[in-house]
Nanobody, 127 residues
């Protein structure tokens, strides 16, 4: 089993920034592509961004492109999500997830492809 713990959520005004972290344990972090998903009340969980095992490939949902940046530190078993220019529509619970992939430079955007999930961290953006 892999354990994932998100941190860094909170409340911020529109235009502000937050940095989320996802710390993992229990499995070899570099064997997993990683992703961030989010879920607002009354909606389905949606893909936000993902990063390949080496960090060489990233992919973003159109809604966050240019504002969010995903990164990872394989030496620290941790993934990050830098969120800038936040909007009220970014309000959601943010989840990190791990995807065991044998190909090093690809990512998946479907939530059912991911093997392990964190418990989520709340991000609230007020106007």
């Amino acid at each position: 089993q892999m354990q994932l713990v998100e941190s860094g959520g909170g409340s911020v005004q529109a235009g502000g920034s937050l940095r989320l972290s996802c710390t993992t344990s229990g499995r070899t972090f570099s064997n997993y592509a990683m992703g961030w998903f989010r879920q607002a009340p009354g909606t389905e969980r949606e893909f936000v961004t993902a990063i390949s095992r080496s960090g060489g490939t990233t992919y973003y949902a159109d809604s966050v492109k240019g504002r969010f940046t995903i990164s990872r530190d394989n030496a620290r078993n941790t993934m990050y999500l830098q969120m800038n220019s936040l909007k009220p529509e970014d309000t959601a619970v943010y989840y990190c997830a791990a995807d065991r992939l044998f190909v090093p430079n690809i990512v998946n955007t479907r939530s059912d492809e991911y093997d392990y999930w964190g418990q989520g961290t709340q991000v609230t953006v007020s106007s």
